[in-house]
């Protein structure tokens, strides 16, 4: 009982080496790229795969049990891996080193250890050539080897002399030799496919993130660049910023010209994050620019915009709008708000929001209408557009920084370009923050008749 007991436990911290072993080398990245550029070649992958079966079956064998001139091993778990990596002459390889290992040691079952020992690594290696994913489940992995080891037993009882010797060893290790060994080939195979889930995560992982950037790149070249040349007139300057809370975002903003002497402003808000929602951004962008191009009165224009949004909107989506249209030469300016934040506005000096009532947010409902007001700019005139990534971003007590706190901080600089108001409410809202995580997407636009 004592020398079971002595047995059982090599046995088990033999395969917990071994494991730690297999972990090392299968979440080593540069180990498993080199691997997969050696898919191709054959003989360097049936090379390294018999080379580490070897070494983990000469582990093997110095940590086993020698009892009756035998040695008692986990020796045949490495010749099964490398045939499991390497196919069958991947195991054959393997199984010659560890045999040869077990024939130097000695004793009286050594010469009948490897042969059985070559054998195993070829056959797990033909075994694993036609069905891989079957040898792979912990299940198979356990009854596989456990063939194996009784097959290895049946070797040693037609080989060793005389036969009551080989009867009387075969008897005594029979079962815990086959149960460990069939155990340690499960647990490694588990690794294996846990390994192999996790390296296909990453890649899927990598493989979106890499799409997620040139999303981002392409949905940043839908805004239009607002720098002194564009929109190249003296009467107006305009600039905006969007910062999206994901790699992309459903905010967006716009500056076009409707025709020479109207130029068109709009921002909004499309529910929801991420792809889907850059997605509808980008079909409302193009539907609403098309729409005020083509249909003089701006009511009309949203109404039929919203219109072709709701017939084309499987996702229940929706979008939260301001848009208006400033005559160059008058300085007034027609807009629509469909249920978005009020623009804060400097008009004349004065800082307030621009409460008149809102229609109903676009993709909502089809047939709704949306009405006109107007606005006459004066010189020095302001008004600023902004997302609810603004008031309601939070910092670390959940607090909103709010409409109150954007007013009080708009009072600074009232009389401040475009470009130093959207960078002065940026810094405004990061240190109320405080580093806390963005929740939503943060979008301005900002312009000043001049």
Same mark, same amino acid.
């Given at each position: 009982?004592?020398?079971?007991?002595?047995?059982?436990?090599?046995?088990?911290?033999?395969?917990?080496?071994?494991?730690?072993?297999?972990?090392?080398?299968?979440?080593?990245?540069?180990f498993?790229?080199?691997?997969?550029?050696q898919?191709?070649s054959?003989?360097k992958?049936?090379?390294l795969?018999?080379?580490?079966?070897?070494?983990?079956?000469?582990?093997?064998?110095?940590?086993?049990?020698?009892?009756?001139g035998?040695v008692i091993?986990?020796?045949?778990?490495?010749?099964?891996?490398?045939?499991?990596?390497?196919?069958?002459l991947?195991?054959?390889?393997?199984? /010659?080193i $560890? %045999?040869?290992?077990?024939?130097l040691? *000695?004793? !009286?079952?050594?010469?009948?250890?490897?042969?059985? #020992?070559?054998?195993?690594?070829?056959?797990?290696?033909?075994?694993?050539?036609?069905?891989r994913?079957?040898?792979?489940?912990?299940?198979?992995?356990?009854? /596989?080897? $456990? %063939?194996?080891?009784?097959?290895?037993? *049946?070797? !040693?009882?037609?080989?060793?002399?005389?036969?009551? #010797?080989?009867l009387?060893?075969?008897?005594?290790?029979?079962?815990p030799?086959?149960?460990?060994?069939?155990?340690?080939?499960?647990l490694?195979?588990?690794?294996?496919?846990?390994?192999?889930?996790?390296?296909?995560?990453?890649?899927?992982?990598?493989?979106?993130?890499?799409?997620?950037?040139v999303?981002?790149v392409?949905?940043?070249?839908?805004?239009?660049?607002?720098?002194?040349?564009?929109?190249?007139?003296?009467?107006?300057?305009?600039?905006?910023?969007m910062?999206?809370?994901?790699?992309?975002?459903?905010?967006?903003?716009?500056?076009?010209?409707?025709?020479?002497?109207?130029?068109?402003f709009?921002?909004?808000?499309?529910?929801?994050?991420?792809?889907?929602?850059?997605?509808?951004?980008?079909?409302?962008?193009?539907?609403?620019?098309?729409?005020?191009?083509?249909?003089?009165?701006?009511?009309?224009?949203?109404?039929?915009?919203?219109?072709?949004?709701?017939a084309?909107?499987?996702?229940?989506?929706?979008?939260?709008?301001?848009?208006?249209?400033?005559?160059?030469?008058?300085?007034?300016?027609?807009?629509?708000?469909?249920?978005?934040?009020?623009?804060?506005?400097?008009?004349?000096g004065?800082?307030?929001?621009l409460?008149?009532?809102?229609?109903?947010?676009?993709?909502?409902?089809?047939?709704?209408?949306y009405?006109?007001?107007?606005?006459?700019?004066?010189?020095?005139d302001?008004?600023?557009l902004?997302?609810?990534g603004?008031?309601?971003?939070?910092?670390?007590?959940?607090?909103?920084?709010?409409?109150?706190?954007l007013?009080?901080?708009?009072e600074?600089?009232?009389?401040?370009a475009?470009?130093?108001?959207?960078?002065?409410?940026?810094?405004?809202?990061?240190?109320?923050?405080?580093?806390?995580?963005q929740?939503?997407?943060?979008?301005?636009?900002?312009?000043?008749?001049k």
């Amino acid at each position: 009982m004592d020398e079971l007991s002595i047995l059982l436990s090599r046995m088990v911290v033999t395969i917990a080496v071994m494991m730690l072993m297999a972990r090392f080398i299968s979440g080593n990245n540069n180990f498993t790229k080199w691997m997969a550029k050696q898919q191709n070649s054959r003989v360097k992958t049936v090379l390294l795969a018999g080379a580490i079966g070897g070494v983990f079956g000469i582990y093997a064998n110095i940590s086993g049990f020698e009892w009756n001139g035998a040695v008692i091993s986990l020796r045949d778990i490495g010749p099964m891996l490398a045939g499991f990596i390497g196919g069958p002459l991947g195991g054959l390889f393997a199984g /010659v080193i $560890a %045999g040869l290992h077990r024939l130097l040691w *000695g004793g !009286v079952t050594a010469p009948a250890c490897m042969v059985a #020992t070559c054998l195993i690594g070829l056959f797990c290696g033909i075994i694993a050539k036609f069905n891989r994913e079957f040898i792979k489940k912990p299940y198979w992995a356990f009854l /596989v080897s $456990a %063939g194996m080891e009784i097959f290895h037993l *049946g070797v !040693v009882l037609l080989m060793v002399k005389p036969f009551d #010797t080989a009867l009387n060893i075969v008897k005594q290790v029979a079962l815990p030799f086959t149960v460990m060994n069939a155990i340690g080939f499960a647990l490694l195979m588990s690794m294996i496919a846990f390994m192999e889930r996790q390296n296909r995560l990453k890649e899927e992982r990598d493989r979106l993130q890499s799409e997620l950037e040139v999303a981002t790149v392409i949905q940043n070249s839908l805004l239009p660049e607002l720098t002194a040349d564009y929109p190249g007139r003296a009467e107006v300057e305009v600039r905006g910023s969007m910062q999206p809370a994901k790699e992309v975002g459903g905010d967006f903003y716009d500056v076009f010209f409707v025709d020479k002497d109207r130029l068109a402003f709009l921002i909004g808000d499309v529910s929801g994050k991420g792809i889907p929602a850059a997605l509808f951004m980008a079909n409302s962008k193009i539907t609403l620019q098309n729409c005020i191009r083509d249909i003089p009165a701006l009511g009309e224009a949203v109404a039929t915009a919203n219109n072709a949004l709701c017939a084309r909107n499987e996702a229940d989506m929706f979008i939260t709008l301001w848009v208006g249209v400033l005559d160059l030469k008058s300085g007034e300016i027609t807009y629509v708000n469909a249920g978005h934040n009020p623009p804060v506005t400097v008009l004349s000096g004065e800082v307030s929001y621009l409460t008149k009532k809102s229609g109903l947010v676009l993709a909502g409902m089809d047939g709704v209408p949306y009405k006109e007001h107007t606005l006459t700019l004066q010189k020095g005139d302001t008004v600023f557009l902004y997302t609810d990534g603004v008031t309601e971003a939070e910092n670390a007590a959940k607090e909103l920084y709010g409409e109150d706190r954007l007013l009080r901080c708009f009072e600074q600089i009232k009389n401040s370009a475009p470009e130093e108001v959207i960078e002065t409410i940026k810094q405004s809202v990061e240190v109320f923050v405080n580093g806390a995580d963005q929740f939503d997407d943060m979008t301005m636009l900002c312009f000043k008749w001049k």
